[in-house]
């Protein structure tokens, strides 16, 4: 390797390990267990330490036992490369932006039928950011008002974020149709669910088709 790429690859690692050097030094509260033998509660980076471990940036380097994080290690290249692999995988999203027109969904009165569903899967504590999107149509010729929600778990749970749709009468078309857009954000530590939910706000309300319809999720690690 020439000299000039070797210097290259040394400015690299030292710049990668500056890098993780700034995100196990961010000060994350304290934590009252320790999960490595060789971190105490007294290490001045326990937190921080504590943090890569629950969202399974580091998982220890005593395999097969993982008991131990070895802090005053050197960090090789090979291990950077894991660690920062795990670290965007911190990250997520999930869901379907849009279904195909034709797979719709009639509302049945005022129970909340189910619209969209996914799952959103942080390794640990994290904050979810939802968005939803319905389109709604119902019978032009009477007046109806409809409400969309986004839940945790189903449409009898947490109710996260809401919108309401007027459907007015309207002598020019056969149907009155909109689309309803709505967002919700939620922390959670484990695999949960969320769901698109709609209903009609009066029995007398006329039925309406929820045709193409979206929830996606996005997340990232709360501090």
């Known amino acids: 390797m020439s000299e000039n790429h070797s210097g290259r690859f040394r400015r690299l690692a030292w710049t990668i390990a500056g890098s993780l050097a700034l995100v196990t030094a961010i000060p994350l509260g304290v934590i009252a267990a320790h999960s490595f033998n060789d971190v ?45 692999r795990r670290f965007a995988q911190t990250f997520g999203t999930a869901g379907a932006n849009v279904t195909d027109p034709t797979d719709t969904v009639d509302t049945t009165g005022v129970t909340f039928v189910e619209l ?41 749970g947490t109710a996260l974020g809401s919108a309401s749709w007027l459907g007015a009468v309207n002598s020019e078309a056969v149907t009155d149709t ?33 045709s193409t319809r979206g929830l996606t999720a996005s997340w990232v690690p709360t501090s």
């Not at 471990?53 to 950077?80: H, I, L, S, Y």
């Not at 857009?181 to 088709?209: F, H, I, M, R």
Request: hydrophobic share 35%; with cysteine.
């Open 40 to 84: 105490p509660d007294s290490n001045e980076f326990h937190g921080s330490i504590e943090w890569l471990k629950d969202n399974g940036v580091t998982v220890g380097c005593n395999p097969p036992a993982n008991t131990e994080f070895c802090p005053d290690d050197t960090v090789p290249r090979e291990q950077m490369a894991s660690f920062m």
């Open 116 to 156: 969209s569903t996914l799952e959103a899967n942080p390794l640990a504590e994290a904050e979810v950011v939802l968005n939803a999107h319905v389109t709604l149509s119902k019978d032009a010729t009477v007046e109806g008002t409809y409400e969309v929600i986004i839940a945790r778990d189903s449409c009898e």
């Open 178 to 210: 909109d689309t309803i857009s709505l967002t919700a954000s939620d922390v959670v530590s484990t695999t949960t669910t969320y769901v698109v939910c709609a209903a009609e706000s009066d029995d007398a309300d006329p039925t309406a088709t929820a």
